[in-house]
């Protein structure tokens, strides 16, 4: 079945001391457009996000939010309680050397360069992270999957109402040769020629075959067909369907210059509005 490009979807995951919930928002795009939020400062991970979510889609443009919370006391600090650690005790060890009767203050270790800001490594948030947004991406799809049942059901409306029109047209077209026929004898009997009968039933065949718009039905319905089919399948199919629905145009512009019919005038116009729906469903398809 057919998926949407829109999707809206979020996911939570922790480990290694952190709380990652990835949020991804999909609309659509005629190419794939990956774009992430939040994380210009970890080139490394924004690189690894990008990577996971190319993988998960076709088509469409993809937003996503990583929102990164510590979930533990040592990963919410602000200093490297370790260096300081080391540091405080290498300026102990080296005040017993000299002989300093006092411990080193704070103070100390802030002008030695011992509060070092604490580091995060981009590697240990990564599980959690690809945990989190494999989450967001599971329920992305189950809503593109969704919406696309309703855009399916929605085109196969169009395209019953299309063959409907197709079917119209067909009774009309023996009355449209008929006429054709009567038109080319009436001129010539008009202007006196004097014309071999069998001379005359074949320039009255070409006429006919010339505006005969039997083809353009057929290809019309091989295109219904052919996004029928589409429609049901189980892959990215929008592209396709967007082509197809140019040729169902381009066959119904010609059908109507053809047509030297009012009545099938009319039907074509109605063709080609609701192929303009079909066109602008299919915007919306992966």
């Not at 040592?74 to 002989?99: I, V, W």
């Not at 959690?128 to 991406?137: L, R, V």
């Not at 066959?251 to 109605?270: F, Q």
């Amino acid at each position: 079945m057919i998926r949407s490009m829109t999707g809206f979807g979020t996911g939570v995951a922790c480990g290694s001391g952190w709380r990652v919930e990835a949020t991804i928002r999909t609309l659509n795009h005629r190419f794939l457009s990956v774009r992430t939020r939040s994380l210009g400062e970890r080139p490394w991970l924004q690189a690894r996000v990008e990577d996971l979510v190319k993988h998960a889609f076709n088509r469409g443009e993809i937003s996503i939010w990583l929102d990164l919370q510590p979930d533990s006391p040592e990963k919410s600090r602000l200093f490297d309680h370790d260096a300081a650690r080391s540091a405080y005790l290498e300026l102990c060890e080296l005040s017993q050397e000299l002989g300093i009767p006092t411990l080193p203050t704070l103070e100390a270790l802030i002008r030695a360069g011992a509060l070092q800001p604490a580091e995060e490594s981009d590697q240990e948030i990564w599980p959690a992270a690809k945990e989190a947004i494999e989450a967001a991406i599971e329920a992305v799809n189950a809503s593109r999957l969704g919406e696309g049942k309703t855009i399916a059901e929605e085109l196969n409306l169009i395209l019953d109402r299309i063959e409907a029109a197709v079917a119209s047209v067909r009774p009309h077209i023996p009355a449209v040769a008929e006429r054709l026929r009567e038109r080319l004898r009436s001129r010539a009997e008009g202007l006196a020629l004097k014309l071999d009968p069998e001379r005359l039933e074949a320039e009255i065949a070409l006429l006919v075959e010339r505006y005969d718009v039997q083809e353009e039905l057929a290809r019309l319905l091989g295109h219904m067909s052919r996004a029928r089919n589409l429609i049901a399948a189980d892959r990215p199919v929008g592209k396709e369907l967007d082509f197809i629905s140019q040729e169902m145009l381009r066959e119904a512009n010609t059908l109507g210059s053809k047509a030297r019919d009012s009545e099938i005038g009319g039907l074509v116009i109605d063709m080609k509005l609701e192929i303009e729906r079909l066109r602008e469903q299919v915007q919306n398809v992966e």
